[in-house]
Every structure is written in C-alpha cells, then in structure tokens.
C-alpha cells in the first residue's frame, strides 16, 4: 500500500470482518492494495469511480450497494492537492481539489441514504 495511514485504517477495518470497497480512478493501483488486503487474508475488491457529476456516479454506486449490501462504513481517504497558494490556485485546479475530496463522497453517502 502506498500511504501508511490509509494501510492502518484498510486493516483494521478487514480485520474487523469487512468486506473493504476501494474506488479509484487509478484503477491500477487499487487492485495492488485488494491483491495487498487478500494476501494478509481480507477480502477486498476494486472499483473504477472517475464521477464528479451525481447522475454519473449513481450506476457505480448503484452496482456496489446491490453487490455488497448492506454497505455499512463509508471510509473517505481520497484526497489531492494543488502546488501554491489558494489566491494563486487557478480555478480548474480548485474544482478538482473539490471534486475528488468532497463531492464523490457526497455523492455516495446521498445514494447509500436513499437506499
């Protein structure tokens, strides 16, 4: 795994019986940390998410709440951020701060309440 505070989190929450999610956009990496999570004896799968419009993001969702219901933790660890000062960020570079840190989550935890 490559950030040593999300491992500790993954752990504990496979250690505890949970079938751990990993949504990506990085597709690629998030299958090397489910081979990671089943080679320690967890189970794990992967999951393509690149949405930062709700409608797009409701199928993904939609495919991970019929699989794995009941999902019951929603664990957020996606995070990016941009070189500089916020009053030099440029705007395009601000949306994508707030498409990936927030709204994905938002969007996922709006479709997990409606189900």
Known sequence: ME???SEESLV???????HVIL??????GAEKTVAEIKGRGGKASAVKIRCFKCRGCQSVFDSIIKEYKPVDIVFNNAGI???GLLVRMKEVDWDLVLNINLKVVFFLASRLRNK
């Not at 504990?12 to 949970?18: E, H, S, V």
């Not at 949504?23 to 690629?28: I, K, R, Y």
């Open 3 to 5: 950030h040593k505070e």
């Open 23 to 28: 949504g990506d956009v990085n597709l690629g």
């Open 81 to 83: 951020t941009r070189e």
């Open 12 to 18: 504990k929450i496979w250690q505890a019986g949970a």
